[in-house]
């Protein structure tokens, strides 16, 4: 079994409460759980307006085809235009 986990750092520009923050995180989230069948969670950042540390998690037995799925989520939040990816990291576990 492999656990993928893909981090990214967020920012939200038009963001100007922590309500509007969450409204376009909740949107987000339910996106790519619907697109993509995996786990998201916001994970840091959680009292900054515009910011925010999305965690996404894939389970597979292959890694090849986790590292594909996250590889799509991140190009996904790439061209969302309510976001601008910051920056993002992948783990395996």
């Known amino acids: 079994?492999?656990?993928?986990?893909?981090?990214?750092?967020i920012y939200i520009p038009e963001s100007?409460?922590?309500k509007e923050k969450r409204s376009?995180?909740?949107r987000l989230k339910?996106?790519?759980?619907n697109k993509f069948n995996v786990s998201?969670?916001?994970i840091d950042e959680h009292d900054i307006w515009r910011r925010a540390r999305i965690g996404v998690a894939h389970v597979s037995s292959n890694g090849k085809f986790t590292g594909q799925e996250l590889q799509k989520v991140a190009k996904f939040l790439e061209?969302?235009?309510q976001v601008e990816?910051?920056?993002?990291?992948?783990r395996y576990l």
């Not at 339910?30 to 759980?33: A, L, Q, S, T, Y």
């Not at 990816?85 to 992948?90: A, G, K, S």
């Open 1 to 9: 079994m492999i656990v993928g986990v893909l981090v990214v750092d």
């Open 16 to 18: 100007n409460s922590l």
């Open 40 to 42: 998201v969670s916001e």
């Open 30 to 33: 339910d996106r790519i759980r």
């Open 85 to 90: 990816v910051l920056d993002y990291e992948m």
């Open 24 to 26: 376009v995180l909740k």
């Open 79 to 81: 061209n969302d235009f």
